[in-house]
């Protein structure tokens, strides 16, 4: 099977930092209790850790540098601007890509960022208080102005609306305000998180009824405040666990064949954002993850740059990760979430 090399690289998803305001409810970084998860340490990669991380040789290969990651929003990283500028200087025809939720910082951070040839794409579900229901903490007006003063410096924006039931019918609306605000594209996604077994009501017998329409309990401390649920045109059979993938299909990988890499904030260099998820609260600690290939050294195996990242890449974890991916069932030696994302069955 195709493994990871250093020199194929085309791509590096950074996470410039675990910060951010808001408290999404299927956010990795938000608890189940709104607040924010406990496990998830602050931490932001500084500009001179991104170009020991990141030398110059490499980025004269890459295509792209896409600043997100798994816990927090890119705007709140300290030396974000220092970075980008980094990144520019390195390789002028570099693209740099960031997703923001844009309800923060002055009109001269996001003019800055349109100067440097940043392409943004907010996300904003919804118009006015609508936005607010899943992204909580934002402020509509301010994610406006941000988007405004980044649209006219020349700057190349998304607007990216994930449908809810509760903002369905704005979404013909919100395209028109982005058409006449000037944003480049307009994005509409639909998301599989609320297909879990625990978002389904229990039958009288106590079994979960997979007919019901999927509600996700938002709470502010100990008091419900809210319920989200997914548009009616999406509902589905949630995958049971994932029992079918985990055991039948085959994985193809999407990062051996976009030629990608992930970098937290940590500085942990991971295939993916999805095997990076590692202080999800459904997933931490759980067997068949990548905590279990890395041995005495822990997550240091994979901490840059005291680890060139050759290293990490051409190294035994993920030599063995690819390796992992021709196994047909768990027992084998399956990574629970390679199946979860990139198994076809």
């Not at 940590?266 to 041995?295: H, M, N, T």
Request: aromatic fraction near 8%; glycine fraction near 8%; proline fraction near 6%.
């Amino acid at each position: 099977m195709v493994g990871f090399s250093y020199e194929a690289l085309r791509e590096v998803h950074l996470e410039p930092t675990t910060r951010c305001q808001l408290r999404c409810p299927m956010c990795p970084r938000t608890g189940a209790d709104g607040a924010p998860n406990r496990r998830v340490p602050r931490a932001d990669l500084s500009a001179a850790t991104v170009q020991a991380i990141l030398p110059g040789e490499l980025l004269d290969g890459l295509e792209q540098v896409l600043l997100c990651g798994n816990y927090g929003d890119p705007m709140w990283a300290p030396d974000l601007l220092e970075t980008v500028a980094y990144l520019r200087a390195s390789r002028r025809g570099l693209r740099i890509s960031m997703h923001t939720n844009g309800s923060g910082q002055p009109s001269d951070f996001w003019t800055e960022l349109a100067r440097q040839k940043v392409r943004v794409r907010f996300g904003i579900d919804g118009l006015g208080d609508t936005l607010s229901r899943y992204r909580r903490g934002a402020a509509f007006d301010a994610v406006m102005a941000s988007a405004e003063s980044f649209i006219e410096a020349g700057g190349k924006a998304t607007w990216q609306l994930i449908r809810f039931a509760h903002n369905a019918d704005e979404v013909e609306r919100a395209r028109a305000r982005a058409e006449a605000m000037g944003f480049a594209r307009f994005v509409v996604k639909d998301t599989g998180r609320f297909f879990k077994a625990r978002y389904y009501p229990k039958r009288s017998d106590g079994h979960r009824d997979y007919t019901a329409v999927p509600r996700l309990p938002v709470y502010d401390g100990p008091n419900l405040v809210d319920h989200l649920a997914p548009p009616p045109d999406t509902m589905k059979t949630p995958r049971r666990s994932f029992h079918k993938s985990r055991d039948a299909g085959t994985i193809r990988c999407r990062v051996i064949d976009t030629r990608s890499v992930y970098i937290s904030a940590e500085g942990l260099v991971f295939p993916c954002c999805w095997l990076g998820e590692i202080y999800a609260s459904d997933r931490a600690d759980r067997p068949g993850q990548l905590g279990d290939l890395l041995g005495d050294d822990g997550w240091h195996a994979l901490r840059a740059p005291e680890t060139p990242l050759r290293d990490i890449v051409e190294g035994d974890v993920f030599r063995t990760i690819a390796t992992r991916m021709a196994c047909q069932t768990m027992h084998e030696g399956r990574l629970e979430t390679c199946a979860r994302t990139c198994a076809v069955v």
